[in-house]
């Protein structure tokens, strides 16, 4: 498939992890079966895209080996394709974003907007598959060393447009990039809220927008306990906020929402569907 799938209000794009370690639900999906399983299930609930990732991105996290990488996650999206899914593929790794598009990826989330590996840009280019392109600074161990703005929203929109004309000048069809503010990556909730809050801004680079708040640090503090200990919301306790989240990057025209869990996600984005039509 060439081009950029569209379904008609923001897409709703369901997370499977097969990581023994990510914040949000590592371990959980980290055999084969039960990645597939649960693939199959947020299939089932609607999500209009899973996203397959087997390197967890959590900030100090140490990167897994190719191998290690190519065999979490080939069987699983093999599988949901044949299941019907649109499959993305969360890899930084030009070999696993192949073998993934060779077993029916449709598109590659690349978190490094291509900085990763400097062979990604042409393979996407050659292949046709979409490609979102994330704000990153650097790889997990490290990234949040690099959390230094002045302004993050002016900042995060030249790093944006500096990556789109970069991964271009390869080769890669401008209308099949996809960006993506990359909340938590060399971030912190100072500045994941000011890019959440300026979409509009990111939105005048001219591309649909891929929107990961999902059960992300940011949503624990400001659900923190106020008990004294300010405790923060643990991950899975934070999915409320995040449909919240979802209801908003929709009504502020994100091209899709990446998440965990999601119903109640897809609900909010069905309500910001009808809100914006009524307007
Ligand atoms: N965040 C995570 C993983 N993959 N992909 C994109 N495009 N944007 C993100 O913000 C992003 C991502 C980390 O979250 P997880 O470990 O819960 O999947």
Redesign the pocket.
């Known amino acids: 498939m060439r081009g950029l799938p569209e379904f008609g209000r923001c897409a709703v794009m369901g ?1 499977v ?1 097969v990581t023994p370690d ?4 590592g371990g959980r999906w980290f055999d084969s079966k039960a990645a597939i399983e649960r693939g199959i299930a947020l299939l089932g609930q609607g999500a209009d895209l899973i ?1 397959v ?1 087997g390197e ?3 900030p100090g996290a140490d990167r897994v080996d190719v191998d290690e990488e190519l065999r979490r996650v080939v069987p699983v999206v093999r599988e949901l394709a044949v299941a019907g899914a649109v499959v993305s593929v ?1 890899t930084t790794r030009v070999e696993v974003a192949s073998a993934a598009v060779a077993a029916g990826a449709r598109l590659v ?1 690349d ?1 490094s907007g291509g900085l990763a590996d400097p062979a990604m840009a042409a393979f996407v280019a050659d292949s046709g598959v979409p490609v ?1 392109v ?1 704000h990153w600074r650097g790889h997990a161990r490290s990234m949040q060393d690099h959390a230094v703005y002045t302004d993050v929203v002016a900042e995060v929109r030249g790093e944006l447009a500096e990556r789109m004309d970069k991964v271009v000048s390869a080769g890669v069809d401008p209308e099949a990039i996809v960006l ?1 503010p ?4 060399a971030k912190t909730a100072e500045h994941n809220w000011p890019l959440l809050a300026h979409l509009d801004v990111l939105h005048e680079l001219g591309r649909p927008l ?1 929107v ?1 708040a ?3 640090t940011f949503l624990g503090r400001l659900l923190a306990a106020e008990d004294g200990t300010g405790a923060l919301r643990p991950p899975r306790g934070r999915d409320d906020a995040t449909a919240a989240i979802s209801a908003l990057a929709a009504a502020a025209g994100a091209w899709a929402v ?1 998440v ?1 869990e999601v119903p109640a996600s897809l609900d909010a984005v069905k309500v910001a569907a009808a809100w914006q039509e009524a307007r």
Not at 182 to 185: A, I, Q
């Open positions: 997370v992890n990510s914040f949000s639900d996203d990732g967890s991105t959590r969360d989330n978190v979102v994330m993506d990359g909340l938590g990556f891929l990961a999902s059960r992300k990446r965990h």
